[in-house]
């Protein structure tokens, strides 16, 4: 399971949990937190309602007499009161009075009236002097919609002659309880969503800049040439932009290893067939000699020589090539006029090899780069076609737009690449062996040609071609 999702179902388990846990502690205090504030209420009206019926109680009057008739009104009432959005048109309180003996003498709906009470815990309670209240169904056949009932104590001085019970129904109060769970579900589902939303994000943003980081480890693990990822202004200065920074230090420490070591191996090898020239013709000149080998062995020392230090130049351009992290002196390159200007560089050997050059490079075809860098490529690319191409070929050169960037070609009429050579022409001194006598190169051409393209960001190929056999160099950059 990738990490993303095991984030994602961590944080989302986590959430939930939480989130049924808090849920159903609301939803369970719902009820009894609305039923306890209907009581609270209940017992100031009780006890208001006692200090109003004391006088007719005391005058043997509470069945016939103003609070009797008063409190008797009370279903007929209509207040027509919206109530946050409930309306109530009618009063659902019920008063009801027993005397000391618990025998119902008032009720303001008549419907008990001497009926005995005295073993109902509003009643019972109240008359030994303690806190009376119960709730209990509204009939015995009707058991499940209770009615809750709290009684106070109508009192003569200290003796408590009376009680008086204020009851209501519980199921008035259920609009309000299911209200109060309906948003509380609502918002719950739209915390979660938000939540899990934050989730997803914060998830993308921890996966992706792992994959980013992995990404960029297995593009150096390819030897390819790659870019420190960025993490973004989310990631700030945390644990990721300082692990990308380890890992880059890391690559250049080990990169830089391994560069001094291979060219340490290779340049080794390389300098070992001219310096055993060198030193073969001068134990030779050490010894009497006709004059023409003592040129000839001269003239091979210094033909060695050159060889050397060609080796070394192209050796420490391609070494700050293969250095170097990213462009730099960035500028517009007009790609026709350098062609054309390195052509005239190379006039004088194409002029000895009697090599035709056909010019369909136009005008004004302009990229973005290091002009440096992109002479040294080209340069490379034209010596290569030039010492392939037999006496008296052509060399075609030509520019075009091409996929929203250029296209830069040369084609040459020489023997074209070998097939067991087709996948190695851009490794490291690797060369095939050139026409006419000439001494095999170090391979380092082609190499900084293809380094030179990965840090302009494009891509350089040799094809072999037919009618005529031939060559063709193509390198696309972007406009």
């Excluded at 159903?24 to 006692?50: H, N, Q, W």
């Excluded at 052509?343 to 440096?372: A, C, I, S, Y």
């Amino acid at each position: 399971m990738r990490i993303g999702l095991r984030l994602l179902l961590g944080f989302f388990l986590v959430l939930g949990l939480a989130l049924f846990v808090v849920l159903r502690i609301f939803l369970e205090e719902v009820k009894p937190g609305t039923r306890l504030a209907m009581e609270d209420s209940l017992v100031d009206a009780a006890y208001g309602f006692a200090q109003l019926a004391a006088p007719d109680m005391k005058a043997g009057v509470i069945a016939s007499g103003g609070f009797a008739q008063a409190m008797s009104a009370l279903p007929a009432l209509k207040p027509n009161a919206s109530i946050w959005g409930f309306q109530k048109d009618r009063i659902h309180t019920r008063i009801t009075v027993t005397d000391a003996r618990g025998i119902v003498v008032f009720d303001s709906r008549g419907q008990d009236l001497g009926k005995d009470h005295s073993r109902w815990n509003d009643v019972y309670k109240t008359l030994r002097g303690e806190y009376g209240a119960r709730s209990s169904g509204e009939s015995a056949y009707d058991a499940d919609r209770t009615v809750m009932h709290v009684a106070a104590p109508i009192r003569d001085g200290e003796r408590i002659i009376g009680v008086l019970t204020v009851s209501r129904p519980n199921q008035t109060l259920e609009p309000y309880i299911q209200r109060s769970r309906d948003r509380i579900l609502n918002w719950s589902w739209g915390l979660l969503g938000i939540s899990l939303l934050v989730g997803l994000l914060f998830t993308w943003w921890m996966a992706s800049s792992l994959s980013r980081l992995r990404g960029y480890a297995n593009a150096v693990a390819r030897g390819e040439r790659a870019e420190l990822p960025r993490m973004g202004r989310l990631s700030g200065n945390t644990e990721f932009s300082d692990l990308a920074q380890a890992v880059e230090r890391m690559r250049l420490k080990l990169e830089d290893k391994a560069y001094v070591e291979n060219y340490v191996h290779t340049l080794t090898h390389e300098l070992k067939s001219p310096l055993a020239a060198i030193r073969g013709a001068a134990e030779l000149l050490q010894e009497p000699l006709p004059e023409a080998e003592r040129e000839r062995f001269a003239a091979n020392i210094q033909r060695q020589t050159e060889r050397l230090q060609q080796l070394i130049d192209k050796l420490l351009g391609l070494a700050d090539v293969e250095q170097m992290r990213q462009l730099r002196d960035v500028e517009s390159v007009d790609l026709s006029a350098l062609t054309r200007e390195l052509m005239h560089t190379v006039e004088p050997r194409t002029r000895r090899k009697g090599l035709r050059v056909v010019d369909q490079l136009g005008d004004g075809v302009v990229v973005r780069g290091n002009r440096f860098l992109i002479a040294q490529a080209l340069q490379n690319l034209l010596d290569n076609a030039i010492d392939f191409s037999p006496p008296g070929g052509a060399l075609t050169l030509r520019l075009a737009q091409a996929g929203g960037g250029v296209e830069w070609s040369l084609r040459d009429e020489g023997p074209g690449v070998p097939d067991y050579a087709v996948g190695k022409i851009f490794e490291r001194f690797y060369s095939l062996p050139r026409g006419e006598a000439q001494e095999k190169s170090s391979g380092l051409g082609l190499c900084l040609v293809k380094e030179v393209s990965d840090l302009h960001g494009g891509e350089v190929r040799v094809d072999n071609v037919e009618g005529p056999r031939g060559c063709l160099a193509t390198w696309r950059l972007p406009a």
